[in-house]
């Protein structure tokens, strides 16, 4: 979590490190790959993921912690 969220954050009181620990631990528990689970999430969301492999397809991208962090979906 240091590494990866905090060192590149400026905090600036404790209510909002609290905010960016639980959007960090969000993003980490629910759509962050893991290489020890075989590239799943520990708590997976409620649809299940997306087989498609439509090459025309828009995909795209959700910031989150200001674009910190980067999430890629397939548009609707």
């Not at 600036?12 to 490190?17: E, F, G, K, S």
């Amino acid at each position: 979590m240091r590494a990866e969220c905090l060192d590149w954050t400026l905090i600036w009181n404790r209510h909002h490190l609290q905010r960016v620990l639980t959007t960090y631990l969000g993003h980490y528990n629910t759509a962050r790959p893991h290489r020890g689970i075989n590239l799943e999430v520990p708590i997976p969301r409620g649809r299940p993921p997306e087989t498609s492999t439509d090459a025309g397809a828009r995909i795209e991208r959700v910031d989150v912690l200001g674009g910190l962090i980067h999430e890629y979906r397939r548009a609707a």
